[in-house]
């Protein structure tokens, strides 16, 4: 558990200046409906886990929430400090919140990095009131995820071996299909728990994705870099043969992306709402 958790924290502090543009714009894809999964409106107090740079927080601050979000990278603090007014160095779990201080929380792609997933739940459930949502992402690894899995795939038939030194997998994966996803949460401590299958296109120039792949992951950019040059290349090429199948005219490729959505409330009655979704009164202080 603790060496993948440094694997991850390493990998994203050496990303985090690259991150945005690239792989950070494709996952973007899925913001809208796990805002809107979130119940995310104007006053809503909302918690952001594993924010990176902070897009997905800025999204819920145009929609007009109050928005705190968190990252364990300092340097991905750093960056999104940028853009949104409050940002916390922060693991999960380990939380450093109060019990039911936040309307809801979400987190994209950020369980499938955690060391423990079920006491990363159980923390988000704690920290949201009760009614309150939990939403989080993964992606689906039942369907293909061809924006990521070409590279998987390129490699694996390249015969290139598995560099010495990475994580065999991640703790995550065993929750990486819809029902155990599902249970996951619900063995965190949320009910009324439901998961989405939600897919949509990235449309990139191949040699664009190349490199955020290389230059925005942490595990799919450690099985490239950490071979020699001459299977660098025969992985490129290998990449290059397989993203033609998804060739437009304009020279970009229209990559398929594959995510389930887990969706979860917290448990006890739910509180009276205003119009924003918010508890009525209940102005709750910052840690």
Request: charged residues 20%; glycine residues 14%; aromatic residues 6%.
């Amino acid at each position: 558990m603790v060496e993948f958790a440094e694997f991850e924290r390493s990998g994203w502090a050496r990303r985090s200046g690259t991150y945005d543009g690239g792989f950070g714009a494709m996952t973007a894809g899925l913001h809208g409906r796990l805002l809107a999964e979130a119940g995310v409106a104007q006053g809503v107090r909302v918690l952001e886990v594993g924010c990176g740079t902070g897009r997905l927080g800025l999204a819920a601050v145009g929609l007009g929430a109050e928005v705190v979000a968190t990252d364990a990278v300092p340097e991905m603090v750093a960056e999104a400090g940028r853009v949104l007014p409050e940002v916390v160095r922060a693991e999960l779990p380990g939380l450093p919140f109060g019990a039911d201080e936040f309307d809801c929380a979400v987190g994209a792609f950020v369980i499938n990095h955690v060391p423990d997933p079920v006491a990363a739940v159980r923390d988000l459930a704690r920290v949201v009131g009760p009614g309150g949502r939990v939403v989080l992402s993964c992606w689906d690894e039942l369907t293909v995820n061809q924006a990521q899995g070409v590279f998987f795939q390129a490699v694996a038939e390249t015969g290139a071996s598995r560099p010495a030194g990475l994580p065999d997998r991640a703790p995550f994966g065993p929750y990486a299909t819809p029902e155990r996803f599902a249970g996951l949460l619900r063995t965190g401590g949320l009910a009324e728990v439901e998961v989405h299958r939600v897919g949509w296109t990235h449309r990139v120039g191949p040699d664009h994705w190349w490199r955020a792949v290389l230059t925005g992951t942490v595990l799919t950019s450690s099985l490239i870099e950490g071979q020699d040059p001459a299977t660098v290349r025969r992985i490129r090429a290998r990449y290059d043969a397989l993203t033609a199948r998804w060739a437009e005219p304009d020279g970009t490729v229209a990559l398929p992306v594959a995510a389930l959505l887990a969706v979860g409330r917290a448990v006890g009655p739910a509180a009276p709402t205003g119009a924003a979704g918010t508890r009525t009164g209940d102005r709750r202080g910052k840690n």
